[in-house]
Each structure stands twice: as structure tokens, then as C-alpha cells.
């Protein structure tokens, strides 16, 4: 897997090209910090799974078909109509704070000269902050590819100029369900201190990791926390006991989780006053439009666009045959594209309230400020 996760000669020619032509000396009437500033790119960089995601995971295995993604009806909104990894049937969130930066979506990775003049998109479907999952970039691979393009970075700008572009970036990070689905499986009857045990231990490697990231220059980070889990089409599916209610289990280590990260980020805060950060309730955001879903411009909250079962939960479409599985007319009146995944729709949404949305749903900050921060 390691020898996937490179950044090419090619690539790293292509950011450094762009740094210089887009961002030229003025010698004249600015302060030397005022020069810096303007000549200095400010970056995303987004870490993940697949919500994030927007097609790595293909390549690991580029003739591996099976995953569901990788096929329609994936992808149908999108102007060509096919999939391209994202799982949803359009762009994934990172994709539309894209379009608020006013840039192209990030492509993947591990694309084979992939464009990553703007910043690099390391998501990985299935990830988790812990070693959950095989075959997929967990934390600790997807910093591993971002220290590759730190290094790039040095070695073809300069070390100083380098911490420059890695300080004045914004590092978007959305992971810990896939921990927490993989820790309700294996765990089901997991008592309060054992699910406390587990949450330090998903936050803790999180924390390792952020401090990795302000060793190598980084100090604008935006969080989504984690979604009522035990809502998600799919969840509600696989406990037909609950007679269609939500997984209780979930929703607490959820919400335990959420209150976690934002005490972990006060105290970051607190040790590294440069540190600045952005956290976005998606939990309530989501939540809300699962049960009010009229008051945001759906029709439907709880039933899947795709997939079969009571909500249109499971196999949606990659090698499940058409006559399987259901497909809505419109994604578009759906939250949830899949018992996974929301929809296009509900990306651009959750993205905008990420991008600009007020104190009581993403703060102390929002991802627009951060990069508006000096």
C-alpha cells in the first residue's frame, strides 16, 4: 500500500509553477509581513473517509470493481453521469468547499497526476482514526501522504517557504464513525467506561495526529464531528427490533464523542495559542433534516434514494443487478443517497453551513474565517 502513496515529480512541478505565477514578489510600498501574506497560497487539505472521499480508494486496486461507488448509480448527478468513487450521486462536501474557494474539487490523491495545485484530498472510504479497516488509508497513512508533500514542499520551494504554505493552509477533517460502527459490531453490550475507553482511544491517536500536523506548520484546522449514527438508514435496517427506531447505542457514543473533541480541541487551543480551529455540529445539522426534512428543501429524511429494505438501506448499485434495489426519481428530495451517505443535496448544505454557517452550528469558527486569518 505504501508504494500507492506517492507525489510525483510531475505534481510537485505543477504546485510550485503555480505558487510562483500566481503569486508574485512586490517589492514596493508593503511591509515585508504584508509581502509574505499576499505571496503566500492558502491550501485545503481534507483527511477522512468517505464522506470525504472523492475516488482514492480505487487505487488500491484499480481492477477491483466490486465496491459500490466505482459504479452507477453513483455519481448520476454529476454532468457525465458516471461514478467516480464519491459515494453519493454527485459531489461529497469537500467538493463544494471547493467551490467556495472558488477552485476546481480536489482530486484524488493517489490519482496518477492528479492536480493538486490548490491542496491534496487524502479521504479514504472506511477509514478511521484507529487501524480499523485493511486495504484502506487510515489515519496514520493519509498523514504519512501529507508529510510526503511537506517534504515535496521543501524540497522544491524551501524549508521556511515551505512552513509558510503548510501554516497559511486549512485542514479539513472529518473521521471517527467508521471507528465507532466497527466498535458497535464487535461490542454490542459495551458498558459506559468500556465506550469512555474507546472514545480516548479514537480522540488520543486523533490528537497524535493534529500535533503532527502543527509540528510540520499547520495551524488551521476544521472539524465536522460525528452524525447521529444510529439514524442512518442502513443502521436503522440491521435492528428491525427497534420497529424503525434509531440504534440508542450510536447516538450516545456519538454524542459522547462530539463532547469529547470539544474539550480535546479547548485544551489544543490552550497549549498552542496559534492553533485555531473550526468545529461543525453535523450532528445536529443532520439530525434536523432527518426529522424535519421539509424545512430544508426535501421530501424524505429517514428512506434512502437508493438501496433496498424498510429504508432503502443496503445495496445500492455497484454488482447488485438493477432489479435489486430501488432508485428514486429525485436524489435531490432525498437527505440520504444511500443507508450510508447523504445526498448531493445534503452535501451542499452541510458544506455551506461548514463554509460560512454562524457560532451556534460551526465555531468558534467557520472555515471562511480561517482563511481569512492572516
Known amino acids: 500500500m505504501e508504494s500507492l502513496s506517492y507525489y510525483s515529480s510531475f505534481n ?53 470493481k466490486s465496491r459500490q461507488s466505482y459504479s452507477w448509480p453513483y455519481g448520476m448527478n454529476l454532468n457525465h453521469k458516471k461514478a467516480t468513487g464519491r459515494a453519493s450521486d454527485g459531489f461529497v462536501i469537500p ?23 490548490h491542496g491534496a484530498n487524502f479521504a479514504s472510504a472506511g477509514s478511521g482514526c484507529l487501524e480499523i479497516h485493511p486495504g484502506v488509508m487510515n489515519l496514520k497513512m493519509q498523514l504519512s501522504n501529507l508529510k510526503k508533500v511537506a517534504k515535496s514542499l521543501e524540497q522544491n520551494l524551501s524549508e521556511q517557504k515551505a512552513k509558510q504554505v503548510l501554516k497559511g493552509s486549512v485542514y479539513l477533517i472529518g473521521l471517527g464513525a467508521n471507528d465507532y460502527f466497527e466498535f458497535n459490531k464487535n461490542h454490542p453490550h459495551a458498558s459506559k467506561s468500556e465506550r469512555i475507553k474507546y472514545i480516548h482511544m479514537v480522540l488520543g491517536n486523533l ?29 436503522k435496517q440491521m435492528y428491525p ?43 445536529s445539522a443532520l439530525d434536523e433534516r432527518i426529522n424535519n426534512p421539509s424545512n430544508h428543501d426535501f421530501t424524505e429524511g429517514k428512506i434512502a434514494c437508493c438501496g433496498n429494505g424498510q429504508f432503502n438501506g443496503q445495496d445500492c448499485g455497484g454488482n447488485t443487478a438493477k432489479d435489486f434495489y430501488n432508485l428514486c426519481k429525485e436524489p435531490d428530495d432525498h437527505v440520504f443517497f444511500d443507508g450510508l451517505h447523504t445526498s448531493q443535496r445534503a452535501n451542499s448544505q452541510l458544506a455551506d453551513l461548514i463554509w460560512s454557517g454562524t457560532p451556534n452550528i460551526t465555531g468558534p469558527l467557520n472555515v471562511k474565517q480561517l482563511f481569512e486569518l492572516p
Open 95 to 117: 467538493d463544494f468547499i471547493a467551490f467556495s474557494l472558488g477552485i476546481t474539487p480536489l482530486q484524488p490523491y493517489l490519482q496518477s497526476g492528479a492536480d493538486l495545485a
Open 207 to 235: 490528537t497524535m495526529g493534529l500535533e503532527e500536523i502543527y509540528e510540520m506548520g499547520g495551524r488551521q484546522f476544521a472539524f465536522q464531528n460525528v452524525g447521529p449514527l444510529g439514524c442512518l438508514p442502513m443502521i
Open 12 to 64: 510537485v512541478i505543477i504546485l510550485v509553477a503555480t505558487l510562483l505565477l500566481t503569486n508574485p514578489i512586490d517589492c514596493f510600498g508593503e511591509s515585508k509581513q504584508e509581502q509574505e501574506a499576499e505571496k503566500t497560497p492558502k491550501l485545503l487539505f481534507v483527511i477522512g473517509d468517505s464522506l470525504y472521499d472523492p475516488g482514492n480508494n480505487q487505487y488500491f486496486n484499480a481492477t477491483e
Open 241 to 283: 427490533q427497534l420497529n424503525g427506531g434509531c440504534n440508542n447505542d450510536l447516538l450516545i457514543v456519538a454524542r459522547m464523542h462530539n463532547r469529547a473533541l470539544s474539550n480535546v480541541l479547548k485544551k489544543l487551543a490552550l497549549k498552542f495559542p496559534d492553533f485555531k480551529y473550526s468545529i461543525f455540529d453535523c450532528y
